[in-house]
């Protein structure tokens, strides 16, 4: 477990042609820090997500993730990342795919964490099926399975309760919780403002550039919107 901060950017930006995604942005998140990133479509979110899992290269400037250089296999090893839009594998079925997952990541004794996850989400019968051909909503389900079922310093969320039910959310609330608890850090990009209550910090983008950083406790959609 790092003991200098799970994330740290400088001035890192990314543009797309001419278009600025995310201005330059430094930010240092405490390891164990319970964050929510919030703003609009179109405010950043995304891009900030995706540079610090290492899927997509910044413009300008640099990450890190538990002091590893963002990309770099050991900030990978460190990082949980949970997608606004899942993707899996065609031909593996739900239980496969935990298993991959669990074992990419050194984790051999991953069949107790994989029934508790299927039960809580209500995939348990749906085990052997292929999430490709799932439901938006069970294929959340399967992806959140996913990134709880491997180790993690950092977890990076991106719009999770799209398409989940209310049992769903709840479960997933409940995780998120329970990652906190142990000491994790837990960063949560939504435009749902009524999710980030739980939250210690609130980060706020709009247009690419930072509206907000501080408590929950604000009237936050004023600073989305700009008003």
Known sequence: MTTGPSIATSGLGRDYGDVTALHP???EVPAGQRLALVGHNGSGKTTLIRMLAGLLDPTVGNAAVAGHTVGSAEARAALSYLADHPVFYDDLSVLEHLEYVAR??????????AE???????????????????????KQKAAICLAFIRPFEVLVVDEPFVGLDSSGREELLALFDDAHELGRTVMVATHELATVSASERVVALRDGELAYDGSPDTDLEALVEGS
């Open 104 to 113: 990419l990541h050194g984790r051999n004794d991953w069949t107790d964490a």
């Open 25 to 27: 942005f430094d930010l």
């Open 116 to 138: 508790d996850l299927l039960e809580r989400f209500d995939l348990t019968a749906r085990a052997e099926h292929l999430p490709s051909t799932f439901s938006r909503g069970l």
